[in-house]
């Protein structure tokens, strides 16, 4: 079955480091994404990765496991703006599907 | 912006009734994909179109069917609705085929069933 999993809600304070975990199981993979999206807005696109290993792009990067089905994102100094849920997805089925985690909320304090 | 428009921004109707959601790719996007986003489902993935022609489905129920037109725009069509498709419905567009291309995503069209 398709199964991705991340933490519900986290919560970290301005300035600070925080790492959102994400495991997966889908048939098939092409690629995990990680998006952002702030309350009421659309969802958007901060890092692919489908190789092993960290991407980093500027004050976000992204690191993936594929033998162990486990990506994380990591936000480095964090600012307020940095408030909003995080989605981790996988691309399955030889690119075909797309599966999406429930979304971890990442509340940022001053 | 995104670039991405999408039109109605609302949309209220009735159970039973079919509506049309309406999607413009960013300039020199091919890709358009349709996704569904509830509070107790999440971001579902619905349906991917490439320079018109279906390229990939998701979670799309046969009550629901999409295009892409030869000027790129597409268009989601829901009918036979019932309560539980109200959800926010996003259209996102890339500039390939392929799963790596960066999404971008339009401002999203609430449907509220009656």
């Known amino acids: 079955g398709q199964n991705i999993d991340q933490p519900t809600e986290m919560t970290a304070t301005e300035g600070a480091i925080v790492q959102i975990n994400c495991t997966y199981q889908t048939s098939g993979f092409n690629g995990l994404f990680w998006y952002q999206q702030h309350a009421g807005e659309a969802p958007t696109f901060l890092s692919y990765n489908v190789l092993d290993g960290l991407e980093e792009k500027g004050r976000f990067s992204s690191f993936l496991s594929r033998s162990k089905g486990y990506s994380y994102l990591l936000l480095k100094e964090l600012q307020m703006k940095d408030s909003a849920s995080y989605l981790c997805?996988?691309?399955?089925?030889?690119?075909?599907?797309?599966?999406f985690g429930p979304g971890t909320r990442l509340s940022v304090l001053p | 912006d995104s670039g991405v428009t999408q039109t109605p921004k609302h949309l209220i109707t009735a159970t039973g009734q079919r509506v049309t959601l309406r999607c413009s790719p960013r300039?020199?996007?091919?890709?358009v994909y349709w996704y569904q986003q509830s509070l107790d489902q999440g971001l579902q993935f619905l349906i991917q179109y490439y320079n018109g022609e279906e390229r990939a489905k998701g979670n799309i129920l046969e009550r629901f069917s999409a295009q892409q037109f030869p000027d790129l725009h597409s268009e989601l069509n829901l009918s036979s609705l019932e309560l539980g498709d109200s959800a926010l419905y996003f259209c996102?567009?890339?500039?390939?085929?392929?799963?790596?291309?960066?999404?971008?995503f339009g401002p999203g069209t609430r449907l509220t069933v009656l």
């Open positions: 996102a567009s890339s500039v390939g085929v392929s799963g790596y291309n960066e999404q971008f």
């Open positions: 997805a996988v691309r399955d089925n030889y690119g075909q599907n797309f599966v």
């Open positions: 300039s020199g996007d091919l890709s």
